[in-house]
C-alpha cells in the first residue's frame, strides 16, 4: 500500500526537520519532556481521585479533590499540544502503526470517564460520601484501567513502529 | 573525582550501616525500646537508598580497572554478582523498614510481624554484605587472599555463591527481549505517575493550595507515593543491569541520581524537624508555617527534576570518560 504523500510533506517542512534532527536539548526531548509532565499531572491526579472513590485513604474528604480538576485539564491541555508536535516530528512513524490509533482511542475513553466522574460525582453537591463512592467505584476502576492502558500504549509506540520516516 | 572515588567513597556504608541497624534494632529488642527500634529501622531505610549509587558506581569502577596487569575479570564479576544479590536483601529491609516507620507513625510501633521481618532480612543482609566487602577487596588486594592463590569459594561462600546471578547473563536476560524492556520501561511511567500524584498533593496541600482540604488524613497518600518510587527503584535497577554501560558513562544519570538522595534529605528534613509534627495536626484553611512550606516546594522541585533528568540520559550517554 503506498503512503499518503502528506506524511512527507509534513516531514520536510523546516519544523518537523529541526524536531527530528537538532542537537538542540530544546528540540525533541523538550517536547517529549513535557509530554511526561502533562502525563504525570493527568494521570496523577486521576488516580488519586480513582483510588479514593474505591475506598482507600478514607479520611480525605472526597468533595474538595473537585480542585484536581484545573490541574487534570492543564496536563491534558499540555499533552494534546506536545502530542501535535511529536505527531508532527514523526508522522509516519505514529500513522503507520496501529498501536498509535490504539492509544488515541484509549485516551478518549479515559477523558470521557473522567468527564463522567465529574457530572455525575463531583457536580452534584447534595451527594454524601457513600453516594458518592457509590456512583464512582465504577467509573474509578475503568479509568485506572484506561489510564494504564493509555500509558502502555504510548510507551509501546517505541518498540512497535514500522517506519521512522517516510521510506 | 571519579567514578571509582565515588564507588570506594560509598561502599563501605552499606556494609558498616547494615550492623549499626542491626545492633540498634537487636538493643531495642532486649531492652525494650522503641525510639532504638525507630532508629534501627530508619538506619536501614538510609543504607537501602545509598546502596543504589553503591551499586551503579561499580560499574565505572570496573571499567576503570578492567585489562590491568593483576585485574581478574572474574573476581570482579564474582563481586558483581555477590553485590547483586545483597542488593535483593537490603532493598527489601529498607522495604520492610519503610512498612514499619509508616506502622509506627500510626500505633507508636511496629507490627510484630514486621520487626521480626526486618530482623531475618537484615541479619541475612548482614551476611551478604560482608561478603560484597570481602568478594570487592579480592579484586584490587591480592594480598587478602589466603594461601596466596587466587580465591575459589568453597564452604558457606560456595553455597551462597550459587545463588548469586552471573552478571552477563542477567544482562541478557534483560535485553533479550524488546517487549520485556518495553514492560520495564511502562511500569516505570506508572510509579512515575503514582508518585506525582501522591507527593504532588501533599506538597501542593502544604503550600496553600486546595486549603479545603485538611492536612492530616493526606498523609495517608505517602504510601501510595512509596509504592510508585518502589516500583521504580525495581525496575531502574533492572534497566541499570540491562545496560551498564549506558548508564554508568552518562552524566545525566549521575545527576538525577544526586536528585533522588536530595530528595531522600528532603523527607529527613520533613519527618525530623518539627514540620511533620505540626502539619499532622493542621485542619480544613490552615497554614502550614514556612519551613514546611520550602520543605513541600523543594520536593516538588526535586521530583520534576528527576523526570527531567530522566528524560534526558539518552541524549548525553558517553559523557563520562571510562578512565
Given amino acids: 500500500m503506498a503512503l499518503p504523500l502528506f506524511l512527507q510533506s509534513i516531514e520536510d517542512s523546516s519544523f518537523s526537520t529541526w524536531m527530528r ?27 488519586i481521585i480513582d483510588f479514593r472513590l474505591l475506598g482507600f485513604m478514607r479520611g480525605i474528604p472526597l468533595a474538595p479533590l473537585k480542585r484536581f480538576f484545573p490541574i487534570m485539564w492543564v496536563g491534558f ?9 511529536l505527531l508532527t516530528a514523526y508522522p509516519t512513524k505514529a500513522l503507520t502503526n496501529p498501536d498509535f490509533y490504539i492509544k488515541l482511542t484509549i485516551i478518549g475513553f479515559a477523558i470521557w470517564v473522567l468527564v463522567t466522574i465529574r457530572k455525575r460525582v463531583f457536580d452534584d453537591t447534595s451527594l454524601t460520601e457513600p453516594e458518592m463512592m457509590a456512583r464512582g467505584a465504577n467509573l474509578a476502576r475503568w479509568s485506572l484501567l484506561l489510564w494504564v492502558g493509555a500509558i502502555s500504549a504510548g510507551r509501546l509506540l517505541a518498540y512497535t513502529y514500522r517506519y521512522v520516516t517516510f521510506p | 573525582m571519579n567514578l571509582v572515588h565515588l564507588h570506594l567513597l560509598l561502599n563501605h556504608f552499606p556494609i558498616i550501616g547494615t550492623i549499626c541497624g542491626l545492633g540498634l534494632l ?10 532504638l527500634k525507630r532508629a534501627a529501622l530508619i538506619v536501614f531505610a538510609v543504607m537501602a537508598l545509598i546502596s543504589l549509587p553503591t551499586f551503579f558506581s561499580g560499574v565505572g569502577a570496573q571499567g576503570a580497572i578492567r585489562g590491568l596487569p593483576g585485574v581478574s575479570n572474574a573476581l570482579i564479576e564474582r ?15 529498607g522495604a520492610l523498614s519503610l512498612i514499619g516507620l509508616w506502622q509506627t507513625h500510626r500505633s507508636l510501633k511496629p507490627a510484630r510481624w514486621n520487626v521480626l521481618a526486618v530482623l531475618l532480612f537484615s541479619l541475612i543482609t548482614v551476611g ?67 508518585i506525582i500524584g501522591a507527593v504532588g498533593t501533599l506538597d501542593l496541600r ?19 507515593a512509596l509504592a510508585g518510587f518502589g516500583i521504580n527503584v525495581t ?59 520550602w520543605i513541600a516546594g523543594s520536593s ?12 534526558y540520559i539518552q541524549s548525553y550517554t558517553d559523557t563520562i570518560k571510562p578512565r
Avoid at chain 2, 553485590?83 to 529491609?93: D, H, N, Q, R, V
Avoid at chain 2, 533522588?260 to 525530623?272: E, H, Q, R, S, T
Fill in chain 1, 21 to 47: 534532527e537538532s542537537e538542540s536539548p530544546f528540540a525533541f526531548y523538550f517536547v517529549l519532556l513535557f509530554h511526561t509532565f502533562g502525563l504525570s499531572l493527568l494521570v496523577g491526579a486521576n488516580s
Fill in chain 1, 77 to 85: 491541555a499540555i499533552n494534546a499540544t506536545t502530542g501535535v508536535l
Fill in chain 2, 26 to 35: 537487636l538493643v531495642s529488642l532486649s531492652g525494650k525500646n522503641d525510639d
Fill in chain 2, 79 to 93: 563481586h558483581e554478582g555477590a553485590a547483586m544479590l545483597a542488593m535483593l536483601f537490603m532493598e527489601i529491609t
Fill in chain 2, 128 to 194: 551478604l554484605m560482608s561478603r560484597v566487602g570481602t568478594t570487592g577487596g579480592d579484586v584490587r588486594h591480592p594480598e587478602i587472599w589466603s594461601g596466596g592463590a587466587q580465591p575459589v569459594d568453597t564452604g558457606i561462600a560456595g553455597i551462597i555463591a550459587t545463588f548469586e546471578p552471573a552478571p552477563a547473563k542477567f544482562t541478557d536476560l534483560m535485553i533479550g527481549n524488546k517487549f520485556w524492556w518495553a514492560f520495564m520501561m511502562d511500569l516505570h511511567f506508572i510509579g512515575l505517575a503514582l
Fill in chain 2, 206 to 224: 502544604m503550600l496553600g493550595f486546595f486549603k479545603d482540604l485538611p492536612l492530616r488524613p493526606l498523609h495517608q497518600l505517602v504510601p501510595w
Fill in chain 2, 235 to 293: 525496575t531502574g535497577v533492572l534497566a541499570f543491569i540491562g545496560m551498564p554501560g549506558f548508564y554508568t558513562y552518562d552524566i545525566v544519570f549521575w545527576m538525577k541520581m544526586s536528585a533522588i538522595m536530595l530528595l531522600g534529605l528532603n523527607a529527613a528534613a520533613f519527618y525530623f524537624t518539627n514540620s511533620f509534627n505540626v502539619v499532622e495536626h493542621m485542619g480544613p484553611g490552615e497554614d502550614a508555617p514556612l519551613l514546611a512550606k
Fill in chain 2, 300 to 311: 516538588l522541585v526535586l521530583w520534576f527534576v528527576v523526570i527531567t533528568l530522566g528524560r
